[in-house]
Nanobody, 114 residues
Framework: VQLQASGGGLVQAGGSLRLSCAPSADIFSIGLMGWYRQAPGKQREMVATITSGGNTNYADSVKGRFTISRDNAKSTMYLQMTSLKPEDTAVYSC?????????WGQGTLVTVSS
C-alpha cells in the first residue's frame, strides 16, 4: 500500500493547515490509520489515529486543536490543524494498517513561524 501525503507548508503561529493522506488501496480494506510527526532532533511521535469505525485518539499536545478524519468516499484521511504553534513544526507522516501489516507514507513538512 502506498500512502500519498500532502498539504504541508509554511504558516504563521495561530494559523491552520489541512493535511491529506490518500492510500493506493481501497480504504475499506484499511483498519487503523494515523498521523505521526518528527521534529528535528526528536523522536517520532503519534499525533492522532482513527479506526475504520471512526474512533479517534489524540496526543495531549494537539487535543482541541487538531482533528483527524477519514472520508471513505474519497479514500482519503485528513488532519485539520488549527491554532498552530511553532512547536508543531515537524515532518508529518501518515500510517495505515492493512491485513496486519503497517505502511508509511512519505512525510510532508509543516513549518510554523512565530
Amino acid at each position: 500500500v502506498q500512502l500519498q501525503a500532502s498539504g504541508g507548508g509554511l504558516v504563521q503561529a495561530g494559523g491552520s493547515l489541512r493535511l491529506s493522506c490518500a492510500p493506493s488501496a481501497d480504504i475499506f480494506s484499511i483498519g487503523l490509520m494515523g498521523w505521526y510527526r518528527q521534529a528535528p532532533g526528536k523522536q517520532r511521535e503519534m499525533v492522532a489515529t482513527i479506526t475504520s469505525g471512526g474512533n479517534t485518539n489524540y496526543a495531549d499536545s494537539v487535543k482541541g486543536r487538531f482533528t483527524i478524519s477519514r472520508d471513505n468516499a474519497k479514500s482519503t484521511m485528513y488532519l485539520q490543524m488549527t491554532s498552530l504553534k511553532p512547536e508543531d513544526t515537524a515532518v508529518y507522516s501518515c500510517n495505515a494498517w492493512r491485513y496486519g501489516r503497517g505502511y508509511w507514507g512519505q512525510g510532508t513538512l509543516v513549518t510554523v513561524s512565530s
